[in-house]
């Protein structure tokens, strides 16, 4: 309807133009906008505005000579100038009733857009240092990333989801060492901790895990073979058990990428690392200071040049960075888009020059998650009551469950610290959220399963219970009581909200779209009976409601959430 809508104003504006009414050299670009006030109508343009230096006229006259000319279009109940030009625009009863068929009629495909023409786009989120487990931030990423991925895909992108494991540098030296005096300890032998050490129970747990194993064969051989043996087996042990709860929550990765690899060297002696930088120096991006290899990213925007090689001889975590993201573009990605975390700020311009310096300016996003804290009823948690330590990730989706918590992680703007009630999540009330969209779908299919005289027990799923009552040609002429219009006209939306939550990398939008569609129904459920006497009104009102059922169901697979048909 959108592009409809443009399409209508802008040959209304070459009309006028042709007819002499306006002194235009070319046609202006048409932008719509829904208005916050829906007594201003469905959509409202500011063209006139925006338009009538260059036409030399008053806007409201150039908005009065384009508002005449769409006015009896038959799409259009009232189209109105408001302020100094503004042309509100309100949709006739036939137009909006065709969204009841075209929601119901694309099915699976209801809200997909064209927006990414089949380019490739990877989102690499999560990506923990594989040395223990994750805390409830990461749970916020991957929630972030799967649904942003999934919102791409649904907007026409070829999507690839990636975790880059941080398996190189010093922790994970300390995390050998951490396993293996636990593991010393556990065989009734002295062992030095150091402070700086992994100090949670899960490397005790890992440390016995391995005793299990492998017997205590490890407690007499040389420390550096030992630390060099458990450091692989832990490394194992802990990545699965990522991997694990990652799919408890429905996130699963195309590709899980190993920092090691970067480092490794080739035939000639070079790393990935080498070759990234080799290629910054040839563009001449490159240059030697005080001992150090530096990146000139002044040059490309950020505040200071970057080391890339100490003098000691040690590349910085950001050449390895940039070898990392110059495969990424390497393997054939027209977008990357990265999900870090809140103390990672300062390093976007970097990573963005670096991207720029390496021929694809414009083609690196990277998004900050800012930080969660658990509430339990209202009061801070700081702790498991199991173990005395953080509460991990795992923790929280065994409490609350991978629906609630998705649809928690992603209620609020990434941008945003979020707080995460415990209790709040885990209530069957509409005072939750996640429970008061689930249960208006499931609300809808239980509507569906009684009109067709189906026992609550059914195994009839609910698109099919819809597709055999409502038939193909239901009569929706009928559908014009004001809280119908206002459920159809928060089904009509759908599709927006998806392309600008694509556009924007914000899946934040889809719940609070799906409560203000969950208020519309509930609104219309209480006012209208939807099984009634007059069958043909029966019969509309139920492709009404399947409409509203497809659209909660396309919202919530969006967000990785389930649409449970009973509850």
Avoid at 217 to 230: C, G, K, L, N, Y
Avoid at 430 to 435: E, Q, R
Wanted: net charge negative; charged share 30%; glycine share 8%.
């Amino acid at each position: 309807m959108k592009d409809t809508l443009r399409t209508l104003i802008e040959d209304a504006v070459r009309e006028s133009m042709e007819a002499g009414q306006v002194a235009l050299d070319e046609l202006p670009e048409v932008e719509l906008e829904r208005p916050k006030d829906p007594a201003h109508g469905d959509w409202a343009t500011n063209v006139a505005l925006r338009s009538a230096k260059a036409a030399r006229m008053s806007p409201r006259v150039l908005a009065e000579a384009v508002a005449a000319r769409i006015a009896d279009h038959p799409d259009i109940a009232a189209v109105e100038v408001a302020g100094p030009g503004f042309i509100n625009i309100r949709l006739s009863e036939s137009a909006l009733q065709r969204f009841v068929t075209e929601a119901r009629k694309a099915g699976v495909d209801w809200g997909r857009a064209d927006l990414g023409h089949g380019r490739r786009v990877q989102v690499e989120f999560v990506s923990a240092n594989p040395v223990g487990p994750m805390h409830v931030g990461h749970g916020r990423w991957a929630a972030l990333g799967d649904s942003m991925a999934a919102l791409l895909a649904h907007a026409g992108w070829r999507v690839e989801r990636e975790f880059y494991i941080n398996d190189a540098g010093v922790q994970m030296e300390i995390f050998a060492k951490s396993v293996a005096a636990r593991y010393l300890q556990l065989t009734g032998r002295d062992a030095t901790f150091a402070d700086e050490w992994y100090q949670g129970a899960y490397i005790t747990g890992i440390a016995r895990e391995i005793l299990d194993a492998e017997g205590d064969v490890w407690a007499e051989a040389d420390p550096a073979d030992r630390e060099s043996h458990f450091k692989e087996v832990a490394y194992a042990q802990v990545l699965a058990h990522l991997d694990q709860v990652l799919r408890g929550m429905g996130v699963r990765f195309d590709v899980w990428f190993s920092e090691r690899t970067l480092h490794e060297k080739d035939a000639d002696g070079r790393s990935a690392v080498d070759r990234g930088i080799d290629e910054l120096r040839e563009a001449g991006h490159v240059y030697e200071a005080d001992g150090a290899t530096w990146f000139r990213s002044t040059a490309f925007g950020d505040d200071k040049d970057r080391v890339l090689r100490k003098a000691d001889g040690e590349f910085t975590y950001f050449a390895a960075d940039i070898a990392y993201h110059r495969d990424k573009f390497e393997r054939g990605f027209d977008r990357v888009i990265d999900i870090w975390g809140a103390d990672h700020h300062g390093y976007v311009a970097r990573m963005k020059a670096a991207a720029a310096a390496l021929g694809h300016p414009g083609q690196l996003d990277i998004v900050i998650g800012q930080l969660v804290t658990l509430l339990r009823n209202g009061e801070v948690v700081r702790m498991s009551k199991r173990t005395g330590e953080m509460v991990t990730f795992e923790e929280l989706l065994d409490e609350v469950g991978a629906d609630a918590a998705r649809y928690f992680f992603l209620r609020r703007s990434t941008d945003q610290p979020l707080d995460f009630d415990i209790g709040l999540a885990k209530q069957r009330s509409n005072d939750n959220p996640v429970y008061y969209v689930q249960y208006a779908h499931a609300r809808i299919c239980s509507i569906l399963r009684k009109a067709a005289g189906l026992p609550l027990d059914a195994d009839m799923g609910a698109a099919d219970v819809a597709g055999k009552l409502i038939g193909a040609d239901p009569q929706l002429a009928v559908l014009t009581d004001p809280v119908e219009l206002v459920l159809i006209r928060k089904v009509a939306e759908f599709p927006e909200i998806v392309e600008e939550a694509a556009l924007t990398l914000a899946p934040h939008k889809l719940p609070h779209y799906a409560e203000d569609l969950a208020a519309a129904f509930h609104q219309f459920y209480t006012v209208c009976r939807v099984v009634t006497d007059d069958k043909t009104l029966t019969t509309a009102r139920l492709a009404l409601v399947d409409a509203a059922r497809l659209t909660f169901e396309r919202a919530l697979a969006l967000l990785g959430v389930g649409a449970p048909e009973r509850m």
